[in-house]
């Protein structure tokens, strides 16, 4: 198993999910190599809650690690990214690889791009 996928499953020791008990790991992996974890992260208040891909992509992006290339997330039972995520990959990322994977493996490889088909971007804001 590479080490972006090791990576974002080891990530859901991590989470913090007393709510939903369901944990999430993500990894990105950085032009020069670096690998970055997040994990999801619960609030009582529930919608303040931080999915474990947008973890992961703004601490890359705080550590100036701004060139992400692929993106892996993993949970028990290989659930894909959701809507807000789409959206926020697409925006700091453009179309990359995303691995999907539960609790032990690499279960499919999408891109962004098939994930969110006709995004909405600065492309229409110019
Ligand atoms: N979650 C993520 O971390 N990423 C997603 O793409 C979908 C949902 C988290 C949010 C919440 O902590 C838990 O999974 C259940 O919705």
Redesign the pocket.
């Known amino acids: 198993m590479n080490e972006l996928i090791s990576k974002a499953i080891s990530m859901r020791k991590r989470?913090r999910?007393p709510?939903?008990n369901?944990t999430?790991g993500?990894a990105v992996e950085i032009a020069n190599g670096n690998i970055i974890g997040g994990?999801?992260?619960?609030n009582a208040s529930y919608p303040l809650?931080?999915?474990?891909?947008q973890s992961a992509l703004f601490t890359a992006i705080s550590e100036d690690q701004t060139e992400i290339k692929a993106l892996a997330?993993a949970t028990e039972n290989g659930?894909?990214?959701?809507g807000a995520?789409r959206q926020v990959i697409w925006e700091l990322c453009g179309d990359i690889p995303i691995y999907i994977c539960d609790k032990d493996n690499l279960i499919i490889e999408t891109t962004s791009k098939v994930l969110l088909p006709n995004p909405f971007d600065v492309r229409k804001l110019t």
């Open positions: 989470a999910a709510y939903s369901y999430v993500a994990c999801n992260v619960e809650s931080n999915c474990a891909e997330v659930g894909f990214p959701c995520c």
